[in-house]
């Protein structure tokens, strides 16, 4: 996608859920459904009518009940059932997809307010039976969605931590590297708690009222994401790779998470009347994509990122900000390197490798904050970039000025 005209996101139009552990605080609620049911609150304390929007995209990536019916579901629950659009899955990229998806649509005229939002439950992933009435005895094949797609790239015929493991030893990326870069997201993450969670609250509803399945009592409260482990140099020392004779420990990746986010995508006048601070200008400026070499996931991040900033006409040296989603440290560090950024000035406020990872939403939630940190700096260019299955990433370039 080339430079984009007329395309922003209005101050305080997006939203996030505390994201909870695997097998935590969501893991018995519909993703689709809760999206929805966080939708019309968020939308609510905003008042922003569901009427408001002509265009939606849902990104998910893991299947629910009658997801068949996709986006026109999630807007009919919200309130806004004349409103139509895709539903959206490219893996752990699904969000800046999604919101590229929106941004198209606004830059060409089709749309004029979009909203996006990004659902995923990795707990309780579906187990799936494929019918195959001529293989012996009629006997189809089945997988276990999540755990089984964790574990094996069909194509690159690896595990996602095997492709981590291939760039370290390509890039020569020790675990004693990939520990300094943990702790430092841990330390950033404390600045995002700092103040009673301040950071966080610009973006999240906290504490945050967890409902019950259906979603018509409050069953308990989270006053923050679930799930984040306490992490000090020692502890880290003391882990063992994952993979026999491999670097990447249980503290260097993320862990599976459950959680959704969304974001409104508008014009430039639209965003101004609905923004928290008109003043603010939110603008996105392009979008890129890029896949490494078979089995080599991490590096992927660095081509998005590339054709994301040409289209978007900007150098690296002059990004104020850049965040990543992480499930490595390794993706980090091989970033830094190929770019020459400072690797422990990325990621401020937090990222995936310590908040976790519902895959969808994971992107979404980094871009987000990624908003946040130059609405406090007082304004500047930022880049998100995320990898994705099959050796794959995409990268969003936004810009935070005055309206």
């Known amino acids: 996608m080339g430079a984009l005209s007329d395309v922003y996101v209005p101050l305080g139009g997006y939203w996030s859920t505390p994201f909870a552990r695997w097998q935590g605080a969501f893991a018995d609620l519909h993703a689709i459904e809760f999206a929805a049911h966080v939708a019309k609150s968020e939308l609510s304390k905003r008042a922003i009518s569901p009427s408001e929007f002509d265009f939606g995209v849902l990104g998910f990536t893991v299947p629910q009940p009658h997801c068949f019916y996709g986006l026109p579901w999630l807007m009919g629950m919200i309130g806004a059932e004349k409103v139509a659009g895709p539903t959206l899955s490219q893996a752990c990229a699904t969000s800046v997809r999604s919101v590229a998806a929106a941004a198209a649509e ?35 094949e089945h997988e276990n969605w999540v755990l089984d797609n964790f574990s094996r790239d069909p194509f690159a015929r690896v595990s996602m931590i095997e492709t981590a493991e291939n760039v370290a030893r390509k890039w020569q990326i020790s675990t004693e590297e990939q520990h300094e870069v943990v702790l430092r997201r841990y330390q950033q993450y404390q600045d995002a708690l700092a103040d009673d969670a301040a950071f966080l609250k610009r973006f999240m509803s906290l504490p945050f009222a967890v409902p019950d399945r259906r979603f018509g009592k409050t069953v308990a409260t989270l006053d923050g994401d679930e799930g984040v482990h306490s992490t000090t140099a020692s502890g880290l020392a003391a882990l063992r790779p994952v993979v026999d004779g491999g670097t990447v420990t249980p503290g260097g990746q993320t862990h599976p998470a459950d959680g959704n986010a969304a974001i409104i995508v508008t014009t430039r006048e639209r965003a101004r009347s609905i923004s928290r601070d008109p003043n603010v200008a939110i603008r996105i400026l392009g979008f890129g994509q890029g896949r490494a070499e078979r089995a080599f996931m991490p590096v992927a991040t660095i081509e ?66 990624l908003i946040e940190e130059l609405v406090l700096r007082g304004g500047g260019v930022g880049l998100f970039h995320g990898c994705a299955a099959g050796d794959t990433a995409m990268a969003i370039v936004l810009k935070v000025g005055e309206a």
């Open 106 to 140: 606004v830059a060409r005229g089709a749309a004029t307010t979009a909203l996006v939002v990004t659902a995923d439950r990795t707990s309780n992933g579906p187990h799936l039976y494929y019918p195959r009435p001529t293989g012996p005895g009629g006997t189809g």
């Open 304 to 369: 998005a990122a590339r054709r994301a900033l040409e289209a978007a006409e900007v150098r690296i040296e002059d990004v104020d900000a850049i965040k990543s989603h992480n499930p490595f440290a390794v993706n980090d560090i091989v970033f830094a390197r190929e770019t020459s950024v400072d690797v422990k000035k990325m990621n401020n406020y937090g990222c995936s490798l310590v908040w976790g990872h519902p895959q969808g939403p994971t992107g979404l939630r980094g871009t987000i904050e």
